[in-house]
């Protein structure tokens, strides 16, 4: 299965929803998504939306890491939605969650 990307806005909220699987294959793609988003909107939190990840690997979450450090340069934010266990518990188990905020619900 591949990694789907989906922007849209929810309120006054930039939100990038990932669906399949992020991982080594589908890193260019996240990469160049997370890319453009961050520098076509300087200084805003962009919302990142997990609940469509079936998986998620080491690969994807340094560019969640990475995304998160190039938007803060510019006083901008990455913020995680995730409801999915899985995820989220992989999100727990890397540490990635006191990196990036997750939340339960786009705000």
């Given amino acids: 299965m591949d990694l789907e990307l989906t922007t849209t806005m929810v309120g006054q909220r930039l939100v990038v929803a990932l669906a399949g699987i992020a991982d080594l294959s ?3 793609l ?3 998504q997370l890319r453009r988003t961050c520098t076509s909107h300087p200084g ?3 919302m990142l939306d997990l609940d469509g990840l079936i998986a998620i690997d080491d690969a994807a979450l340094g560019l969640l890491l990475g995304a998160a450090a ?3 340069e510019t006083g ?3 913020e995680l939605v ?3 266990e899985r ?3 992989r999100l727990a188990s890397t540490r990635l969650d006191r990196c990036i905020t997750v ?3 786009i705000v």
């Fill in 44 to 46: 805003e939190t962009i």
């Fill in 30 to 32: 996240l990469h160049d």
């Fill in 70 to 72: 190039r938007a803060r």
């Fill in 26 to 28: 589908t890193a260019p």
């Fill in 87 to 89: 995820v989220r518990s």
């Fill in 82 to 84: 995730c409801t999915n």
């Fill in 76 to 78: 901008g934010d990455i």
């Fill in 103 to 105: 939340r339960d619900a």
